[in-house]
């Protein structure tokens, strides 16, 4: 059998967007390789209706795992179970922090080969064959598993979600034996939200800044060209200066923060990592002002300033408010 | 207690990286450094060490690689590191991720470490997938892109940022922690350190003397086949201006924004 499982990550009776796509890819690579799409949920007191509604994205069946949240071993401990009782070829997840750690404790749980930040993933002779990204997206990989099953791990927002309307999907609550492991980590607190709540996600032009701001007062260089824009505009971070406390949580952009795709994205000493790129490469125009000239973000830029932002930034923003009287 | 660090050697960031066509793997050649990620896990485990809420006997640093990686081990040392290990084995060379975690628990298994720390990613291959790979071998609890660590007897305290804020998780030690490059800010070593570094205690172990199956690891063994490379599709290339007269630059921008109606 060809079956495919798939993770479901969900918080707050919702199901997470990256899981969604995931989901949805399964569903279409699983009807190629002539199998079902199963996607497995892990958590305490899961609703039944939010699994069964993933059969509207193609689930044939959802399993349930009672377990505790926000953690990956135990998802591992019940992925394993599942795939144990036989029938799974392939375990795929969505982009996110949580699928990175159980997909690759999975892959050295199962003895499986597994594959990350893959981007597109494609059904040939029976088997999946994964593209990942490589060397700052200058080069692609194809990687094939030669494993009884084989583990995916998407990048962010590279699966698609479709809503196909099949309906509700039946639901089947599952036990597993939770491993040594597992029993050694509680969460105390989950989805903490740090910092003033700042809404990245309906602006038109965003400004964000990143460590080369040198410091959380740099940020005001940010504020106040983004008040120079005027209208729609608000200022985005990246996750470096969210974790050093420069700037709010809610303003994130990338793996474990927000996607965005605004007219404009203007990067202020941003580098460009991959998990900083998956969260803004759909921006109708990027800026970027980076010292550094070797700096990434220059290879996806549209228009790539190699100088000082805090020479740039404060004249930038003067000129704006003149043009704009 | 006993900290073992992994490290890694990756082609220096100045230099291009590049895949060799013939084997569709990473050309491994070219200047290498120490995986600046890696500095934070080294820098940690000095934090415990110094802060004296558990007494650490001894800071490993641990790795995989040809013969050349000696030098991140040196680095790791001068860095603070008690001693140093390294695995290099002609069989292992072409390992997946899968089977690279596979041979790093089988070298951890004989330090028997209370706490394995590494960076939250390397800089070439970038899979963040190591430590759990690692820790499950290990059957030990994991966590990684820790931001904030705090050790009281055996219990770990762990702040990271995940998919709807931050959380907190407290872990039993033994464990593995991939920690964040937002956890602290790695200390330069000393000129003294530097030059005492190749005189510290390095182990060089083959697979035969960790227990590895070499039937696990390998290019041709691992599970997922990296089979080719070929290349994206190309992207326009964007206008990259130089800023020599910030006036003069700043008209360009200005005028660029206005073209495309964004102001």
Excluded at chain 1, 119 to 139: C, N, W
Excluded at chain 1, 271 to 297: C, T
Excluded at chain 2, 172 to 191: H, K
Excluded at chain 2, 232 to 245: S, Y
Aim: glycine share 12%; aromatic share 4%; with cysteine.
């Amino acid at each position: 059998m060809s079956n495919i499982l798939v993770y479901a990550l969900h918080y707050d009776g919702a199901i997470n967007k990256n899981s969604l796509g995931a989901v949805s890819e399964g569903a279409k690579l699983a009807k190629e390789l002539g199998g079902e799409a199963h996607a497995i949920l892990v958590g305490e007191n899961i609703p039944q209706d939010l699994a069964a509604s993933l059969g509207e994205y193609g689930a044939a069946k959802v399993l349930t795992a009672e377990g505790p949240d926000g953690l990956g071993q135990p998802v591992v401990d019940a992925m394993a179970a599942a795939i144990g009782s036989g029938g799974y070829k392939y375990a795929l997840f969505g982009g996110g922090l949580l699928g990175f750690e159980v997909g690759a404790g999975l892959a050295a749980r199962l003895g499986a080969g597994v594959a990350m930040e893959i981007t597109t993933v494609r059904a040939e002779g029976g088997e999946l064959v994964a593209e990942r990204p490589i060397l700052g997206d200058s080069s692609i990989s194809e990687i094939k598993y030669r494993s009884e099953v084989g583990i995916i791990i998407g990048r962010l927002n590279a699966f698609e979600i479709v809503k196909g309307g099949a309906g509700a999907a039946p639901v089947e609550a599952i036990s597993y034996e939770a491993s040594p492991q597992s029993a050694q980590a509680t969460i105390v607190t989950r989805g903490e939200q740090r910092g003033a709540d700042v809404d990245i996600e309906g602006a038109n032009i965003l400004v964000a800044g990143g460590r080369g701001l040198g410091k959380a007062e740099g940020f005001e260089l940010c504020t106040d060209l983004a008040a120079a824009f005027g209208g729609s505009s608000a200022v985005a971070a990246t996750r470096a200066v969210v974790d050093a406390g420069w700037y709010p949580y809610a303003g994130q952009i990338g793996q474990t923060g927000k996607t965005v795709a605004p007219k404009l994205y203007l990067a202020a000493g941003i580098s460009g990592a991959i998990q900083h790129k998956v969260g803004m490469q759909s921006s109708e125009n990027i800026v970027a002002i980076n010292k550094d000239a070797n700096a990434p973000i220059f290879e996806f830029s549209d228009l790539g300033i190699v100088g000082d932002l805090n020479k740039i930034l404060p004249k930038l923003t003067e000129a704006i408010k003149a043009k704009k009287g | 207690m006993k900290i073992c660090v992994l490290v890694k050697e990756v082609p220096d960031a100045a230099v291009q990286k590049r895949i060799d066509p013939s084997t569709g793997r990473m050309d491994r050649g070219g200047e290498k450094n120490l995986n600046p990620y890696d500095t934070h896990a080294i820098e940690a485990a000095m934090q415990i060490k110094e802060g004296g809420a558990v007494e650490v006997e001894e800071i490993v640093a641990v790795t995989m690689g040809p013969s050349s990686a000696v030098r991140a081990l040196h680095k790791a040392v001068s860095l603070g590191a008690d001693r140093s290990v390294h695995l290099s084995d002609d069989a292992l060379a072409g390992s997946d991720v899968a089977a690279t975690g596979y041979a790093l628990a089988q070298t951890l298994k004989r330090e028997n470490p209370d706490l394995v720390l590494l960076g939250q990613q390397s800089d070439d291959g970038e899979c963040y997938t190591i430590g759990a790979v690692v820790a499950e071998h290990l059957s030990m609890p994991s966590l990684t892109q820790v931001i904030k660590l705090d050790l009281a007897g055996s219990e770990l305290t762990c702040e990271r940022q995940a998919e709807y804020g931050y959380d907190t998780v407290k872990i039993q030690t033994p464990a593995v922690i991939s920690v964040g490059d937002a956890i602290n800010e790695p200390r330069y070593p000393s000129l003294k350190a530097i030059m005492g570094a190749k005189k510290k205690p390095l182990d060089t172990v083959g697979t035969g003397d960790v227990e590895i199956d070499a039937s696990k690891v390998g290019g041709d063994n691992s599970n997922a086949q990296w089979t080719s490379a070929k290349a994206p599709p190309q992207k326009a290339a964007g206008l990259i201006i130089e800023d020599e007269d910030t006036a003069e630059t700043v008209e360009k921008i200005v005028a660029w924004l206005d073209e495309r109606k964004l102001l």
